[in-house]
Nanobody, 124 residues
Framework: QVKLVESGGGLVQAGGSLRLSCAAS????????MGWFRQAPGKERESVAT????????YYADSVKGRFTISRDNAKNSVYLQMNSLKPEDTAVYYC?????????????????WGQGTQVTVSS
């Protein structure tokens, strides 16, 4: 079992930055793929960025490429999402997700452990 707790959301003006953090607990962090997803009101949950266990291959949705960076610190059982040049359309609840496996996973259906989510609101 993996428990995930997100932090770092909030309200920011367009063009600003936020850094989301996700701390994992409950089992060894070895061979665990991680990801960030988001869901805006009235929309389906979408992939934002994912990262494999090792050597840290990454995936980014086209809408965030060049603005967001996903990273992980396996010693701290944590994954991060640095979000720069934020836009109002980035407003959503952001979820951290995990699954056991050594590959790079992309779809939300690939992940079976989820955090409670953290709200990100970008004002224009």
């Amino acid at each position: 079992q993996v428990k995930l707790v997100e932090s770092g959301g909030g309200l920011v003006q367009a063009g600003g930055s936020l850094r989301l953090s996700c701390a994992a607990s409950g089992r060894t962090f070895r061979n665990v793929a991680m990801g960030w997803f988001r869901q805006a009101p009235g929309k389906e949950r979408e992939s934002v960025a994912t990262i494999s266990w090792n050597p840290g291959s990454t995936y980014y949705a086209d809408s965030v490429k060049g603005r967001f960076t996903i990273s992980r610190d396996n010693a701290k059982n944590s994954v991060y999402l640095q979000m720069n040049s934020l836009k109002p359309e980035d407003t959503a609840v952001y979820y951290c997700a995990a699954r056991i496996g050594g590959y790079l996973y992309i779809r939300s259906s690939d992940f079976n452990y989820w955090g409670q989510g953290t709200q990100v609101t970008v004002s224009s």
